[in-house]
């Protein structure tokens, strides 16, 4: 039998400030954005950067402790899973997203005053909170 592997791991800064929902059971889930940025010289000496998007989504315990600590700018590691979902809005027209599911989370970098606290790991390795409930996502 084969075998698969769907491992994601990212440095990058939040675009903005988590949000978190709540399920209708009550399970709770935070999404951000992150931004990584890469630098290279083209032939001729000119220098390019790039910057890439990706959505974050976190559950559970994770979910709560994203929400409270990270703020918009700061500089987070994001170690998960890619998943790809569809949807259909209310007009009826389908949509495709494809999200990195968060199973663990690393401040890195100034967390804002508290110096104290950098460097601070996050890993929700409960299997049941990192699976997500195909019918209760919020959104």
Same mark, same amino acid.
């Given at each position: 039998?084969?075998?698969?592997?769907?491992?994601?791991? *990212? $440095?990058?800064?939040? /675009? &903005?400030?988590?949000?978190?929902?709540?399920?209708?059971?009550?399970?709770?889930?935070?999404?951000?954005? $992150?931004?990584?940025?890469?630098?290279?010289?083209?032939?001729?000496g000119e220098r390019h950067t790039d910057t890439d998007w990706f959505n974050i989504v976190t559950w559970g315990n994770l979910a709560e402790i994203c929400n409270q600590h990270l703020k918009k700018g700061q500089q987070v590691? $994001?170690?998960?899973? *890619?998943?790809? &979902?569809?949807?259909?809005?209310? !007009?009826?027209?389908?949509?495709?997203?494809?999200?990195?599911?968060?199973? !663990?989370?690393? $401040? *890195?970098?100034?967390?804002? /005053?508290?110096?104290?606290?950098? /460097?601070?790991?996050?890993?929700? &390795?409960?299997?049941?909170?990192?699976?997500?409930?195909?019918?209760?996502?919020?959104?």
């Amino acid at each position: 039998m084969s075998r698969g592997l769907n491992k994601v791991m *990212l $440095i990058g800064h939040l /675009g &903005r400030d988590p949000e978190m929902r709540y399920t209708p059971s009550g399970r709770p889930v935070t999404s951000f954005s $992150i931004a990584t940025n890469r630098s290279w010289n083209t032939s001729d000496g000119e220098r390019h950067t790039d910057t890439d998007w990706f959505n974050i989504v976190t559950w559970g315990n994770l979910a709560e402790i994203c929400n409270q600590h990270l703020k918009k700018g700061q500089q987070v590691y $994001i170690e998960g899973r *890619l998943q790809t &979902r569809q949807w259909d809005d209310k !007009e009826g027209n389908k949509h495709t997203t494809t999200e990195v599911v968060a199973s !663990e989370m690393l $401040i *890195l970098g100034d967390r804002r /005053g508290t110096s104290s606290d950098q /460097g601070e790991d996050v890993s929700e &390795r409960d299997e049941f909170d990192n699976r997500a409930n195909e019918d209760e996502f919020p959104f």
